[in-house]
């Protein structure tokens, strides 16, 4: 196991970094691979209070001792605070669950433009101060499935040490980006990405291309080898979140993460990971470029971002958690593809002829299926 400094929390952290929310079925297992993790050299861990008995199995595993040995990180769920006292309300009954008398790393969870303004409206940054000054957290960080731009918004706001966000090959500008990571590094947080495969869609149903691809390279590797490759190549990553969901999963990302310190990729490397992008590039349901000719929108509407959402969402099956984000991030904030009014500004400008207000009325069809 390689490790780094997380940021300038002064945490020297595992670059693997157990996700907490895809735990096997048994509690017996989930105790057994947690442990495994630890003994073999993983010391940080990722849970929420909205995972599912995720933080009482996590305590369960950090009981005999193991507690002293990891970086724990939980998150504040956000969506269920209503006033400023419940969020110190929730956090007392996450330590219940974690059995332990203070959080490494406690993140406000699902930072969108919505939860943000209730943060500051409930002044849940001066609670996060105040636990820490408690001895109840010791380091400050958020989770975010947004825009760059609201990223850089919240990071700019407060004294964070830490961010979560999603990046994957598939994902360089998708949400927060490598450009968001690049700023959140420079500005001195410990970056830590969630979502490495995808919820592991990247890795099942691998386009027959990308298999061709693959086997044609001379260093043999798994499609997931290369995607924890491609992200641990980067100085500005800290920690990668796996979920694994059983031990010989857990066993595999072990041996991945045996070397991941970061300038390992060769140029013919990054070549190949270009080429997998292509072929997924190839297949997604827009072809919006992103360039933003469009914007802004009178509604409101993030136009790029829509499509990028729905790109996604088209090409690993319909996962629920996407149409999710559209509800939580978009829809319930005015800002959904819904709201189109149809006057047609976006479609003048578009250099790829994309008919968007009829794309915007498919997208909120097939996105909100489900959520
Ligand atoms: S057609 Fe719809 S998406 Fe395009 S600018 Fe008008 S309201 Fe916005
Ligand atoms: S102008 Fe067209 S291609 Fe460019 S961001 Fe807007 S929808 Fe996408």
């Known amino acids: 196991m390689e490790y ?23 509690r017996g297992d989930a105790v057994r691979m947690v442990r495994y993790a630890i003994d073999n050299g993983v010391n940080y861990l990722d849970s929420a209070y ?27 769920p956000i969506w269920n605070v209503e006033r400023h006292a419940d969020f110190e309300r929730f956090l007392d009954e996450e330590l219940r669950r974690l059995g332990t008398d203070y959080i490494d790393m406690y993140l406000l969870h699902n930072m969108n433009p919505g939860n943000w303004e209730k943060v500051r409206r409930l002044d849940g940054l001066g609670f996060l101060d105040r636990m820490v000054e408690k001895g109840k957290i010791r380091h400050k960080g958020f989770s975010i499935h947004n825009t760059v731009a609201a990223f850089r918004e919240i990071a700019d706001a407060f004294d964070w040490e830490m961010a979560q966000i999603q990046l994957n090959i598939l994902g360089e500008t998708y949400q927060v980006g490598l450009e968001g990571l690049a700023y959140g590094a420079k500005r001195g947080l410990g970056m830590v990405i969630m979502e490495p495969l995808r919820g592991g ?24 080898e290369w995607c924890f490759r491609w992200l641990y190549n ?28 970061p300038g390992l990729m060769s140029g013919e490397e990054m070549g190949l990971i270009r080429s997998i992008q292509d072929v997924y590039e190839a297949k997604m349901g827009i072809g ?4 933003r000719y469009c914007m802004p929108c009178p509604q409101g509407i993030n136009i790029p971002e829509v499509f990028q959402l729905y790109n996604q969402y088209s090409l690993f099956n319909k996962p629920l958690g996407d149409s999710i984000i559209y509800r939580r991030n978009m829809v319930e904030l005015g800002i959904g593809a ?8 976006c479609k003048l400008h578009c250099p790829q ?15 909100s299926q489900g959520a």
């Open 338 to 345: 819904d709201q189109c009014a149809g006057c047609g500004n």
């Open 4 to 26: 780094t400094m997380l940021g300038n929390t002064g945490l020297r952290v595992s670059r693997f970094g157990l996700g907490c929310m895809r735990f096997p079925e048994g």
């Open 353 to 367: 002829q994309l008919d968007i207000p009829e794309l915007m009325r498919k997208v909120h069809g097939e996105l």
């Open 50 to 76: 909205v995972y599912k008995d995720s933080e009482v199995i996590t305590g369960e595993a950090l009981r005999d001792g193991y507690r002293g040995r990891v970086v724990l990180a939980t998150k504040s």
């Open 234 to 261: 980067m100085s500005e990553v800290s920690v990668i979140l796996s979920g694994t969901s059983n031990l010989e999963q857990l066993k595999d990302n072990l041996r991945i993460f045996e070397r991941s310190g």
């Open 201 to 224: 869609s990247i890795v099942s149903n691998v386009p027959d291309e990308v298999g061709a691809l693959l086997e044609g390279f001379p260093e043999r590797r798994s499609l997931a």
């Open 288 to 291: 919006c470029t992103g360039c």
